[in-house]
């Protein structure tokens, strides 16, 4: 159920329907767009009797119709968010650039790789600490000591990092150190992680699951929404399909899926997504022109040495010209890399 | 690193390998067979000189192979595991049937389950009462009062019960209460739950991700036993796949696949495999057909009011009719229903 | 539309309404069943009122529903259809066991194994003298004489044959030879080829596309019957998916959905449907579980020769063993392998 | 294996090694490159002696490697193949914009669509004259009068047209009268009209099969090339998956993929690849963006009312915005879309 107010409601009025939602059980998430301010009650609204709120000071309208992700839905909000990162902003006009390695090696690796992505005018420090693996005996990431380098390559190269966390052990490590939390594809089925997520104060990188549609992953944003934290971007990275020449299937028609029914910010992960280093540039590309919010992308100093994934790393001078070439293609979708930090 | 030794060898000859391999960096995990016992060595063996164990005593041959997967592997163990919940076999000649409702709802909704799936024939009841929901908003499980009332229903009719964890908290509920942990498709990927599930005494029944190939089962279940837990029965539950008359797309195919390269037992589940009722029963036939370890199957003695996957779940009375034809179909697998007590 | 009528209709009667049908632009198809007679009216009958046959002689309803594939539906033909293959019966009760080698590559090898199928119960004879291959330098099949080949191999051991016809000019020859005629999973969205059966007396054996959903198939089938050939069987052969562990994921859901939608027989092939040899056994098992009317398997009495696909082949001896487990299986679905002479 | 000559050797030095091939059953096919000759040969070259043609005149190197595809292959030819259309070029340098309706419904309809077509900068008219529908009962489109509608808007318009081809038959009105034959998505494994194409003197344009891999795709149009027509493009149009929000998920990546293997030009149908209209002008961005060396894009004038496929058609006025767009993203792969004709 939605309760559209007067975008001038008061915050005692604001207050007072959602003491009544709370009253019967709702819970009341408020959206403040520009022309009018929404009130989204989750709960088990079907019961309610709308006219409870009808008549209440500077109720507009009550929406009663049944949304799966109320929180995420675009229904609640028409205006695209804008999600903080550190000082960088993501979502609607601002596009972000986050790049560095799958995995955080040592200290001298990820500074490498630090500088060479602020060099090559990329806007957030990615990096693996505690790295999910198909195999128990494959490189797991170097824990809290990796986290440390990433925080202090991030702060030396005046970048905020985002890194993943596996579970809420680590998500309290990552909530220390880090800027943004990522959720991998692998556990945004993991709603324990999601639920965690949400009671933090962090901003969630949320990646869409291999074998998951769109609507899953709206749903598993929902859940982070649900607990109280709306900075979520999320982010395509290829999905699991019969196609055998690459390692997953990038569907870069999501973003635009996503960004017709929520007003959440996406953005595309083509490394993850191709698996092959040779494709990255060009798909990274593709995906910018289709008009994601963003790229997150995996640069390696020596990919050929990388402990994870390094046939699908690419070299900071790969990033720097696709950095250069960002400019022309932003201006075809209404985005830009500038004013980052005025917009904040 | 494989180290072969003769099936006579004596406690002590093994302990000096487990211990020179400790020395080296490496973990040795016994398999004991009829003709042979079997040290599988996991950590980092690729470094390490096989000539170390060749000359000690009882040793045979030390086999220099990288197995993705090498605990779970049938070249360390060739004979089929039989996993024991309760007192109910499974794998090898042991076929279980695992029954009961999507959720637990209420004591009476469950106990009348357990009666009748006692009554036609299972072997060992489920229940959800921690359920993984693609939305926050669905019904979420009766948590610890449901497992509470499954636990007291499998107890009055003498059936040991599988119930799911989703993570370290409700783990540790299922693990006081229930004879199995269920980890679910959603977390396959789980790798902070597989190891925690590694770390308990009690089997594990491990389902295959929705999106996640054969290798990757074999890889999660590699996670339990690397930690110490053997006892790992997997189960195929339907993949995603563009076919839509069916809700995933059961591969039974899995079955065999798991069955050439492990020693686990694998069982299927067909009612979320085709999330619809009518095709549940010749699908469960299908499934003891190709050579399936077990079934898991949703039962519901009033499916049109369950309040999760209701459209999915069978009639009391269809799960008896099909239980009469087990024994038909088992004998031609080599299986059959009977002795779980004496196999123990 | 659908005219139903009454089950004593006469020919005078039914010929009004069909008469009446053609006036407005519509074409009838008859189904007789024992307790009605439907006609079936294909064109545009969006735009035809009802009212113009429901005064008519011997007409008990006019039922306006909007099928996408009026003939194939069950809508109009609620019992099993029995398509017979020379004197073999498929369909309703009547399980058939088609094998033989994937191409035809010798009159010696082709005799060899349909002396073999014959020992070993099967009922016909499959063999491909026109095969469609991936590439242009592959074996492309021995043609007009492979066909003639086979046809000899099946006289001389009592056995009807089917093979697969490519265009219209290998369905002339195969119309001339053979006793059925396949349409491949290649070819199953080749509708000029689908038209052109439609338009012979042989029975059809339609394969679903690898990437085709199951109404797909039906409405492949629709262009065979709607050109006035009802003797159309379908068959299962695996679908693509992301799984690598077989060639193709067999949806042995497939044949539920099928026999729920349709009154055709579906049979299942385990030999394409895997693609390796030791799965094809316990995948035909589990087929004929589910209650597949048929299977068709690739056999060969020297597989490690085989032209094409002989990896997936298996032995006379391996066939001979499944059909011996064949009544136990057939026993629980109410089908059976005898009385085909006499059921024609 | 290929015949490695100097790009300098004599019609007659050419001559005696095709001869020579010739004599022990290979076919040579040339491929002329700026520093280098090659002649491909098909046929089995697994048993030909190399040393037959090393110390011909003009041989430089004989390559013995099995390759899928020799004649599709960049092995043989390194340079980006260009196609002709008209005097439109398709490849390399050249990008070109290939528009119009679905279906061609009347001499009004696509008069007017392509007026607007060759307004908004498009190079090549599309049209359906005979349609492949799954059922057959929709819109089949207007056949040999569609063929001559659309032939007679193209002339007025100075624009080529390209136009599918189902069968033989068709595949002979389609050569009389258009510029370009199209297979289908459905018909890429319909070796009979492949090999038929491959015998025309008109380019063709070959799409992707909805359930095939690249190498597939590659295979066939290997048959084409193999029967000496070498005016071929290919065109990723999208493939079967689980994800549900587009009507197929379209598959940016095999433009790569295909460039990296093979000299042929490949374009991209954004219309059937989403079967959206609002994510059409977006994805044939990404297309561009990408790499793709054309576009195939469905164009309506009054999509509400086409006679198939109407929800996918943007409108004239789009795709004027759309080709604006063009220069600004083909400059960053390299490509134009001016001098068609001098380039011709």
Request: hydrophobic share 45%; aromatic share 4%; proline share 5%.
């Amino acid at each position: 159920m939605l309760i559209v107010m007067s975008a001038q409601a008061t915050p005692l009025q604001i207050e007072a329907v959602a003491a009544r939602a709370s009253g019967v059980g709702l819970k009341a998430h408020p959206f403040h767009g520009e022309r009018r301010l929404v009130l989204a009650l989750t709960g088990s609204p079907e019961s309610v009797d709308p006219s409870l709120f009808e008549t209440m000071d500077a109720v507009l309208e009550v929406v009663h119709l049944r949304l799966p992700y109320p929180l995420v839905s675009r229904a609640v909000k028409d205006e695209d968010s804008v999600v903080r990162v550190g000082g960088v902003a993501v979502g609607g006009p601002h596009f972000a650039v986050m790049a560095g390695p799958c995995a955080v090696e040592s200290h001298a690796q990820v500074r490498a790789v630090a500088a060479a992505v602020r060099q090559a005018g990329g806007h957030i420090l990615r990096g693996g600490a505690f790295k999910p693996r198909s195999s128990p005996y494959s490189f797991q990431g170097r824990g809290r000591e990796g986290l440390e380098a990433l925080r202090d390559a991030g702060r030396e190269f005046g970048l905020p990092i985002v890194t993943e966390a596996l579970d809420e052990r680590s998500l309290e490590l990552v909530c220390q150190h880090a800027d943004m939390i990522q959720v991998g594809s692998r556990n945004m089925h993991n709603y324990a992680l999601l639920k965690a997520c949400g009671r933090c104060r962090l901003p969630v990188l949320l990646k869409r699951g291999m074998g998951s549609t769109v609507e899953e992953l709206l749903l598993a944003a929902e859940y982070i929404l649900a607990e109280g934290n709306r900075q979520v971007v999320l982010c395509e990275r290829g999905i699991r399909t019969f196609a055998d020449h690459t390692r997953f299937t990038l569907d870069l028609s999501a973003v635009l899926a996503v960004q017709r029914l929520s007003h959440l910010p996406i953005i595309v992960d083509p490394s993850h997504g191709t698996g092959k280093r040779h494709k990255v540039v060009p798909m990274a590309r593709g995906a910018v022109a289709v008009g994601a919010n963003g790229l997150l992308i995996e640069v390696h100093n020596d990919p050929s040495h990388a402990l994870s994934d390094g046939q699908q790393a690419i070299l900071p001078s790969e990033l720097a010209a696709l950095v250069r070439q960002l400019p022309t293609l932003l201006s075809l979708t209404g985005k830009d890399l500038t004013n980052h930090a005025s917009s904040a």
